[in-house]
């Protein structure tokens, strides 16, 4: 056998035993991907909850928190939204009202915003101009976001700031835990791994020229 035989064959050998290791460890593979992006902490409470814009479990689940005593103030951001048609921070203040949140207890800031980054941004504002010191906070999203939203908030808020995630349960969801069998949870993976690898060459490398692609 030659020497380029032998690298074909150990070549084929090693694609097979990926596949079969693919067939046979499918969902513990699977399960690895999507895992890696969930950060859940174990709760205490905390000055702020942050409650990052999108649909409206993400409210519920934090107003929850909030009557559970985790935290004192409920912080909405998000401004106006074309896709929902309304003003998130007003309609996050509205759903908490409803449900007997005390208007002292909620703080908002609805100056639009692109990207998480940006909401990171308006936290850090609140906190900086707020009189009473804010030491910790607990943000509020979905679970697949955790991973790029922790790295977003502890980079924006800096070293004298705690902070812990939130992911809102899966049985709260319209997707699910075993992303690979639900098409709108294929999107959500693909989507954050490519916004991870954009959140790393936009704000850690500071390539500025990207901020014309920010979103979400």
């Given at each position: 056998m030659s020497?380029?035989?032998?690298?074909?064959?150990i070549a084929g050998l090693v694609v097979l035993t990926i596949a079969v290791s693919m067939l046979l460890f499918k969902d513990q593979v699977f399960h690895g991907i999507g895992g890696y992006l969930l950060v859940e902490d174990e709760f205490s409470p905390v000055d702020i909850l942050?409650?990052?814009?999108g649909e409206d479990y993400r409210t519920d689940y934090a107003i929850d928190l909030y009557q559970q005593g985790l935290a004192n103030t409920l912080f909405f951001t998000g401004g106006i939204c074309q896709h929902h048609g309304y003003d998130h921070s007003e309609h996050g203040m509205?759903?908490?009202?409803?449900?007997?949140?005390?208007?002292?207890?909620?703080?908002?800031?609805?100056?639009?915003?692109?990207?998480?980054?940006?909401e990171a941004v308006l936290l850090k504002k609140y906190i900086d101009?707020?009189?009473l010191p804010k030491k910790s906070v607990l943000v509020v999203s979905?679970?697949?976001?955790?991973?790029?939203?922790?790295?977003t908030y502890e980079r924006v808020l800096g070293d004298g700031i705690k902070v812990l995630m939130a992911p809102v349960p899966f049985k709260?969801?319209?997707?699910?835990?075993?992303?690979?069998?639900?098409?709108?949870?294929?999107?959500?993976?693909l989507d954050e791994?490519?916004?991870?690898?954009?959140?790393?060459?936009?704000?850690?490398?500071?390539?500025?020229?990207?901020?014309?692609?920010?979103?979400?």
């Open positions: 020497g380029f035989t032998r690298l074909l064959v942050h409650v990052v814009a509205q759903l908490s009202l409803a449900r007997d949140v005390p208007q002292e207890a909620l703080a908002s800031d609805s100056t639009p915003v692109m990207s998480t980054y940006d101009e707020n009189q979905d679970p697949f976001h955790m991973r790029r939203a922790h790295w709260r969801l319209s997707y699910k835990d075993d992303w690979w069998t639900d098409p709108g949870a294929q999107r959500y993976i791994y490519t916004k991870m690898v954009y959140y790393f060459l936009r704000y850690q490398l500071s390539w500025k020229w990207l901020a014309r692609f920010d979103t979400e």
